[in-house]
């Protein structure tokens, strides 16, 4: 796993949607902790073909002009961060190959993972004619390449998940916790659901959760009933379950965040207190996307939020083919970086603009359909799942599209 600066992470094993191989504009067709981790074993799928060109389109001719985009990673940072960087630089180089002619260069700069470093190769990089820059991947590393990045007018689409980081010039291509949480709420209350109760991790992690579950419970006409805490000691979950149990008797559903190596422990807590799935029903974020969870009994009929598999399957598959390896989990935002600008240099003739990256209608990408919304955060279309039989099935699809309208 990836561990930030301020020493903790999530475990989140996200999956893909089969859109297109690379990244096309839909509008075309019509708190300071990053939570960024990967899984090292992503299942594999059938291949996808590379995108095509936007119509009326054409790619640049060969000897044409170049458009250069800055690509900056921790490489040579130890430990993980720099096996993740390595992953994430060839999954753009991957996007590079398979989008054909995109009369775009990567200009690959590595920041060791410090803000310094990322202040530095920012510079060098757009002092090198880059237009954009993709990168860093750190919250702190991003705050400072953010900062030099609007200063010389370039943006900046980074894969940290601290929305604190956030800013018009400054975009995260990361998937942030606000959308489990929203595309969760929302379905459980179109089922129905009113009342809630929350169980929660005494984290960064979990503070963020909470704000948005608190925000999208009232704006749906909901009612949070409590939100109990807990600490990460598993020895000191049974108050804290007692009381979520407590307040479960007035609510019809009950979510959770936290990761495998923690709910299953909750849950028998749970249990105890006489809190069985589906009464009330049990939900929670993208972190329950998780094979362990998938095999417990007391976890059949649970939903969480989380992309749909395909995409990034058939992905890894083509990641694999060319590398002999597996991708680390978030090299797929590496890939739709490099994918999304190529994109934008056929469209556009080379001109990338904050207009053009916070278009409403979005794009598509390995991971389903995005969108930078002005404050610099990313929206996701996510699917919903429910557990069962040892695996977890589509109830609700991702959207493929989004409604111009609620940016």
Known sequence: MIFDANGWRL?????????????????????????DVFSSKPPLGQPLAPPPAEEGAPPPAPGGPVVRVGLVLPLSAKGNAGTVALSMRNAAELALAEFGNAGIQLIVKDDAGTAPGAQAAVQAAIGEGAVIVLGPLFSHT???????????????IAFSTDANVAARGVYLLSFLPESDVDRMVSFAISRGKRSFVAVLPDSAYGSVVEAQFQQVVSARGGRVIAIEKYSSEKAKLAEPARRAAAASRQADSLFFADA??????????????????PQPQFMGT????????????????????????AGYRAFAQRYRARYGRDPVRTASLAYDGVSLVASLVRAGGGRISD????????????????????????????????????????ISPAPRAFSAANL
């Open 260 to 277: 495998g190596d923690t709910t299953p422990s909750l849950v028998q807590a749970l249990a105890a207190n006489g809190v069985k799935n």
């Open 142 to 156: 991003v705050a400072a390449a953010g900062q030099t990045a609007r200063s010389r007018g370039v943006p900046l």
């Open 11 to 35: 475990a989140r094993v996200l999956r893909g949607l089969a859109v297109c191989a690379g990244l096309a504009l839909t509008a075309c067709a019509g708190s300071g902790i990053d939570l």
């Open 286 to 309: 993208g972190l329950w996307d998780d094979a362990a969870l998938f095999a417990n009994p007391a976890l059949a009929g649970a939903w969480f939020a989380a992309p749909d598999a």
């Open 355 to 394: 207009d053009m990256l916070t278009n409403p209608s979005g794009f598509s990408g390995i991971d389903g359909v995005f969108r930078f919304r002005p404050d610099g955060t990313c929206e996701r279309g996510l699917a919903v799942m429910e557990i069962g039989g040892g695996s977890a099935r589509i």
